[in-house]
């Protein structure tokens, strides 16, 4: 069981815009940054998003994130079928979780 | 181009041991902590150990302490996992990742992965 809770699927059609959701507590998304990954299968994970809300070079402003309280969440608008692919949030933990705690991951399908 | 490449991963039985390899390259090895993170089968990453750049420290989570021992040869630029005494919970997919510090703090995090090598742990 995972310290940080996502929902284990999501959906959308071309296009469309969505969200994935990660909850945690006060000792780690209440207290740090969050981080995304992107994990096509067989692929090494990517980083999506930074420090809550930072985008690496090269990654599309499609893809964006936000945090709020203990709860944080990545958007993507403009669907594409490449981006049918498993996502996971992360955080640094205080607590004796930590110090690195991950989501159990969601996997998002292109209809 | 930044290129993490592991391997050394297979299928052992319990209380067997096993080396893995993470090879570094496009990046200054020698300045960078490093990790490994695992992923078992139908589950989410775990974090599973951090090495500092220099080496002087480790870290490791409480589910691996004294039996998975992390170590760096910055001359090979190279990672390892030595993995003793292995469970059957061990089994995983095994990712090492560069760290953006050279040492672990919560600043900071990991921005590039390998692609994994499997471990399995089974009779």
């Known amino acids: 069981q995972s310290v940080l809770t996502q929902p284990p699927s999501a959906s959308g059609t071309p296009g469309q815009r969505v969200t994935i959701s990660c909850s945690g507590s006060?000792?780690?998304?209440?207290?740090?940054?969050v981080y995304w990954y992107q994990k096509l299968p067989g692929t090494a994970p990517k980083l999506l998003i930074s420090?809550?809300?930072q985008r690496p070079s090269g990654i599309p402003d499609r893809f964006s994130g936000s945090k709020s309280g203990t709860s944080a969440s990545l958007a993507i608008s403009g669907l594409r079928s490449e981006d049918e692919a498993d996502y996971y949030c992360?955080?640094?933990?205080?607590?004796?979780?930590?110090?690195?705690?991950f989501g159990g991951g969601t996997k998002l399908t292109v209809l | 181009e930044v290129q993490l490449l592991e391997s050394g991963g297979g299928f052992v039985q319990p209380g067997g041991s096993l080396r893995l390899s993470c090879a570094a390259s496009?990046?200054?090895?020698?300045?960078?902590?490093m990790s490994w993170v695992r992923q078992a089968p139908g589950k989410g990453l775990e974090w599973v150990s951090t090495?500092?750049?220099?080496?002087?420290?480790?870290y490791y989570a409480d589910s691996v302490k004294g039996r998975l021992t992390i170590s760096r040869d910055n001359s090979k630029n190279t990672l390892y996992l030595h993995m003793n005494s292995l469970r059957a919970e061990d089994t995983a997919v095994y990712f090492c990742?560069?760290?953006?510090?050279?040492?672990?703090?919560?600043?900071?995090?990991?921005?590039?992965w390998g692609q994994g090598t499997l471990v399995t742990v089974s009779s």
């Open positions: 006060s000792s780690n998304i209440g207290s740090n940054y």
């Open positions: 992360a955080a640094w933990d205080d607590s004796l979780s930590g110090p690195w705690v």
């Open positions: 420090r809550n809300n």
């Open positions: 496009g990046f200054t090895f020698s300045l960078y902590a």
């Open positions: 990742a560069k760290y953006t510090h050279f040492q672990l703090q919560r600043q900071d995090y990991f921005d590039y």
């Open positions: 090495i500092s750049a220099s080496g002087d420290s480790t």
